[in-house]
T-cell receptor, first 122, second 113 residues
Framework: GAVVSQHPSWVICKSGTSVKIECRSLDFQATTMFWYRQFPKQSLMLMATSNEGSKATYEQGVEKDKFLINHASLTLSTLTVTSAHPEDSSFYIC??????????????????FGAGTRLSVL | QKEVEQDPGPLSVPEGAIVSLNCTYSNSAFQYFMWYRQYSRKGPELLMYTYSSGNKEDGRFTAQVDKSSKYISLFIRDSQPSDSATYLCAMSAPTGANSKLTFGKGITLSVRP
């Protein structure tokens, strides 16, 4: 299967600081990656779609200035939580779309997920 | 009506039981159907995916898609305590790279030793 690496797995930061989370597709290229947020005992909530070489598309209600997304290469997308506050504490998960790179996987609209990042803002 | 409905459970079964998990959907454009397993504090892990209708088997897992009824199922045979997790169904339409997944709410399965 395709592998998506997410780092860090857990981060604790002080209120007002910024935190960067990285998402890498290790064995495939992905022009499209996705960022989710998950609250305890709830399903995943899509925050934004990250497109390589262009601006991210944010879901309604997600502050683009708060959650900065950069997709600078076909294997890396980053999410920066700026000026984090305790209400930003959550589980953040990225995914990469298998069917958007080269090789024979084009068209397979299947997402593989990273292991997630637990953010705790004090 | 929500696009994807999944029984929220929770579900508890004895070890060795056959588990049946189901989702229904309303969007006829969905063509990719996936089942993810998520352990506590981990990202979802892709278990099975099916394109369009049909069955797919992988070890103890069988995925079924009935597009005429807009109904998908995941069967787990000889369930093990290690299968205890939350199971999410997800689906998407083949509209290109930006296609979003639509998830069910997930069902938490507990397999008792």
């Amino acid at each position: 299967g395709a592998v998506v690496s997410q780092h860090p797995s857990w981060v604790i930061c002080k209120s007002g600081t910024s935190v960067k989370i990285e998402c890498r597709s290790l064995d495939f290229q992905a022009t499209t990656m996705f960022w989710y947020r998950q609250f305890p005992k709830q399903s995943l909530m899509l925050m934004a779609t990250s497109n390589e070489g262009s601006k991210a598309t944010y879901e309604q209600g997600v502050e683009k200035d708060k959650f900065l997304i950069n997709h600078a290469s076909l294997t890396l997308s980053t999410l920066t939580v700026t000026s984090a506050h305790p209400e930003d504490s959550s589980f953040y998960i990225c995914s990469a779309n298998l069917g958007t790179g080269t090789s024979g996987r084009v068209g397979k609209n299947i997402q593989y997920f990273g292991a997630g990042t637990r953010l705790s803002v004090l | 009506q929500k696009e994807v409905e999944q029984d929220p459970g929770p579900l508890s079964v004895p070890e060795g039981a056959i588990v049946s998990l189901n989702c229904t959907y309303s969007n006829s454009a969905f063509q990719y159907f996936m089942w993810y397993r998520q352990y506590s504090r981990k990202g979802p892990e892709l278990l099975m995916y099916t394109y369009s209708s049909g069955n797919k088997e992988d070890g103890r897992f069988t995925a079924q898609v009935d597009k005429s009824s807009k109904y998908i199922s995941l069967f787990i045979r000889d369930s093990q305590p290690s299968d205890s997790a939350t199971y999410l169904c997800a689906m998407s339409a083949p509209t290109g790279a930006n296609s979003k997944l639509t998830f069910g709410k997930g069902i938490t399965l507990s397999v008792r030793p």
